[in-house]
């Protein structure tokens, strides 16, 4: 804003404007955009993208105090440069700054950052396109095209339905992004006599009410927006503290074993389709507890978990079945391929563990149970049975081992 400003000093004096003038008109323009930058700073980082419920309107309050601040600055101005009423000047002001607040803020503030060349943002876009969202922007198309050809006072409600239509199904970027269009194409089409709405734009008042009329309105679609998008992210939260365990990230036995059942139904009907259940055991996790704490043990599993799922085609195809065992489905998977998977976990694994030895306490490791199947069962349970005995095996064998519950086809 500092270079903008800077910038706008400079073309004004190019341009023959006074120096008292310039420089006047450009501290209104700053006081503004400092008081709300003050006031903005001070708000939560959620607040200042719009992710909660009442962020809009702290957007609105602050944008009124800045506002509020050019206002003043226009009350001085107005009589002293234009020969006007200095209330006049400070509603003028205070409108023109308050539009602009609330119809570019929205969209600087929830601007997203893309980690990818905008050519491929664009396609990704382009590609994801389908009536169900598009119709509302083309309802807005239409609303506008309406308010055109019907014009008049009510012109200013012919959108709002669209609108709100538009902020239930895009995010707060995009709702951001179609209400500035939307904002800025009725204050210019007003202007131009695109649109008739029935009154003398020229007059102070109608320019006042339309400049407000055009930011209230604004307001509605993007608060919509913030509240779903609020609202989707609690619905998201509770879906993890219901499906995932809160220690490992992983899926917990009941949600595992949902997904396994889903995975199993949609390979019905495919002949020799492969499927492995690994069910994987830490050992010595009950001494690491006894000795060292479970604090201790719990860092233990977080690094099994994360060494499995790092691992995985399909992060979500792994569960904590119990204390320290962890099931994996791998659908596609032979008995060559889910042997080196199951080796990969032991030999990783070991070398993370490795520490905890040289701290004078038991190394943890893993044992694997294989369980492989060539025609999807109509359950999983008996599955997770075979994988549990050859998991047995393993560990008697001493541990840090892996073995399959029957003999195996590659």
């Known amino acids: 804003s500092y270079a903008a400003d800077t910038a706008g000093v400079n073309i004004d004096l190019a341009t023959g404007a006074a120096l008292p003038k310039t420089l006047l008109l450009t501290f209104g323009n700053l006081a503004g955009v400092v008081v709300g930058y003050l006031l903005y700073m001070r708000l939560e980082v959620h ?5 909660r419920p009442f962020s809009v309107l702290y957007l609105a309050l602050i944008a009124a105090a800045a506002s509020a601040a050019s206002g003043c600055v226009g009350f001085v101005a107005n009589p002293v440069l ?3 009423g200095a209330m006049e000047g400070w509603l003028f002001w205070f409108t023109t700054e308050f539009v602009n607040f609330i119809i570019i803020l929205p969209v600087v503030l929830t601007f997203p950052v893309f980690r990818k060349p905008l050519v491929e943002v664009g396609r990704d876009i382009l590609g994801g396109l389908s009536l169900a969202n598009t119709a509302p922007v083309l309802a807005l198309i239409v609303s506008c095209a309406a308010s055109w050809w019907i014009g008049g006072p009510g012109v200013f409600a012919f959108p709002v339905p669209a609108l709100l239509w538009c902020s239930l199904v895009y995010s707060v970027p995009i709702t951001a992004l179609i209400t500035f269009v939307l904002s800025a194409w009725t204050l ?7 649109v008739f709405v029935g009154a003398d734009f020229n007059s102070v008042s109608s320019l006042l009410s339309i400049r407000m009329g055009v930011a209230l309105i604004a307001l509605a679609p993007i608060n919509v927006a913030s509240v779903m ?11 993890s503290m219901v499906t995932n365990d809160p220690l490992t990230a992983t899926l917990n036995r009941r949600a ?12 019905q009907g495919k002949a020799q389709t492969p499927i492995a259940m690994l069910l994987c055991d830490v050992d010595k996790l009950q001494a690491i507890n006894a000795g060292h704490g479970h604090d201790a043990g719990d860092e233990i599993l977080r690094t099994f978990a994360r060494i499995a799922r790092s691992g995985l085609p399909n992060a979500d195809n792994i569960g904590r079945l119990g204390s320290d065992e962890f099931g994996i489905l791998l659908v596609g998977c032979n008995g060559e391929r889910a042997a080196a998977m199951a080796e990969r976990l032991r030999e990783v694994f070991a070398e993370k563990s490795a520490p905890w030895g040289e701290l004078g306490q038991p190394k943890p490791t893993v044992s694997i149970g294989i369980a492989l199947t060539y025609r999807p069962p109509a359950s999983i349970e008996p599955l ?4 549990d005995h050859a998991l047995a095996r393993a560990k008697a064998s001493g541990g840090n081992a892996f073995a399959f519950a029957e003999e195996r086809r590659a």
């Open 47 to 51: 607040d200042r993208c719009l992710k």
């Open 256 to 267: 595992f074993i949902l997904r396994c059942r889903n995975a199993l139904a949609a390979e």
């Open 229 to 239: 998008a609020a609202r989707n992210e609690f619905q998201l939260l509770l879906q």
């Open 384 to 387: 997770i049975a075979q994988a």
């Open 82 to 84: 234009f020969d006007g």
């Open 188 to 194: 210019v089409a007003i202007a131009k006599g695109i």
